[in-house]
T-cell receptor
């Protein structure tokens, strides 16, 4: 595997389910990101992890719970979601801040549908 | 604070015509600028980036962009559109030491045969 991978690519869940999205990067990066992309809305940054520590949480509801066990893996745990949470969830990675610029590499996304 | 404005949420051109996608930024410090492309049901792919070297930047698939500080712009161009260029394009800004990118709202490019 190369680049940034995400599984599953598609997920349908009910509002009472618990599921997890997985992201893995094979680029030797140490910063990882979750974004939400909804139809007709700009990309929304949800969480940022740098060196496995959460450095940003953009007022995301607690029904979304991120986990970064190491610099290569990032999870987004989902529980009691709402239909408006249906979206494409994108993961990205980059070299840690302190370098001159922040070029992010994106995975293909997980298309989530909440019924 | 940094921000990005993409003029036109939807641009339509004929195959073979010039493609021009507009991006203006606001930044209180020297910016780093990026263009990403997103094909249907895929993630974002980097097209090109400006990192304070040459102001005219060439990217993949024949695209290029010019950084114009006086106009706070970083417009994306391609001389001749191809059907495969149909996609959503995002402009983004960052600055030295920043942990995140600030994205524009995106421009959907349609190519007419």
């Amino acid at each position: 595997e190369t680049g940034v991978t995400q599984t599953p690519r598609h997920l349908v869940m009910g509002m009472t389910n618990k599921k997890s999205l997985k992201c893995e990067q094979h680029l030797g990066h140490n910063a990882m990101y979750w974004y939400k992309q909804s139809a007709k809305k700009p990309l929304e940054l949800m969480f940022v992890y740098s060196l496995e520590e959460r450095v940003e949480n953009n007022s995301v509801p607690s029904r979304f719970s991120p986990e970064c066990p190491n610099s290569s893996h990032l999870f987004l745990h989902l529980h009691t979601l709402q239909p408006e949470d249906s979206a494409l969830y994108l993961c990205a990675s980059s070299r840690e801040s302190g370098v001159s610029y922040n070029e992010q590499f994106f995975g293909p996304g997980t298309r989530l549908t909440v019924l | 604070a940094q921000s990005v404005t993409q003029l036109g949420s939807h641009v339509s051109v004929s195959e073979g015509a010039l493609v021009l996608l507009r991006c203006n930024y606001s930044s209180s410090v020297p910016p780093y600028l990026f263009w990403y492309v997103q094909y249907p049901n895929q993630g974002l792919q980097l097209l090109l980036k400006y990192t304070s070297a040459a102001t005219l930047v060439k990217g993949i698939n024949g695209f290029e962009a010019e950084f114009k500080k006086s106009e706070t712009s970083f417009h994306l161009t391609k001389p001749s559109a191809h059907m495969s260029d149909a996609a959503e394009y995002f402009c983004a800004v960052s600055f030295q030491g920043a942990q995140k990118l600030v994205f524009g709202q995106g421009t959907r490019l349609t190519i007419n045969p």
